[in-house]
């Protein structure tokens, strides 16, 4: 059973940066395609960046792109989402999740191909 836990939310002004870790343990990330996802108040989970195990798959949804930058450590096993120029309706949760499939743009946008989830870490953007 894969437990991941997120960290580095918090609140900070418009035109900021924030960076997020997720950290996995319980059981190996091999071949596995790591995401984040966002979820505001209200609205429904959306896809934010995924990586393929070897990080040769990146996406982004197209409002985060030039903005967020997806990375990973496959020997921590953990995964980081590098935020900048943050705008007040980044406000949400942020959730990591680890899932294996076939990485491709769809598949990885895609909550329900993710088997593992975080419990979010909140990110407010203050105008």
């Known amino acids: 059973q894969v437990q991941l836990v997120e960290s580095g939310g918090g609140l900070v002004q418009a035109g900021g940066s924030l960076r997020l870790s997720c950290a996995a343990s319980g059981g190996t990330l091999s071949s596995a395609a790591m995401g984040w996802f966002r979820q505001a108040p209200g609205k429904e989970r959306e896809f934010v960046a995924a990586?393929?195990?070897?990080?040769?798959?990146?996406y982004y949804a197209d409002s985060m792109m030039g903005r967020f930058t997806i990375s990973r450590d496959n020997a921590k096993n953990t995964v980081y989402l590098q935020m900048n120029s943050l705008k007040p309706e980044d406000t949400a949760v942020y959730y990591c999740?680890?899932?294996?499939?076939?990485?491709?743009?769809?598949?990885?946008?895609?909550?329900?191909?993710?088997?593992?989830w975080g419990q979010g870490t909140q990110v407010t953007v203050s105008s």
């Open positions: 999740a680890v899932g294996r499939f076939v990485p491709t743009r769809r598949t990885m946008s895609l909550p329900a191909q993710y088997d593992y």
């Open positions: 990586i393929s195990w070897s990080g040769a798959y990146i």
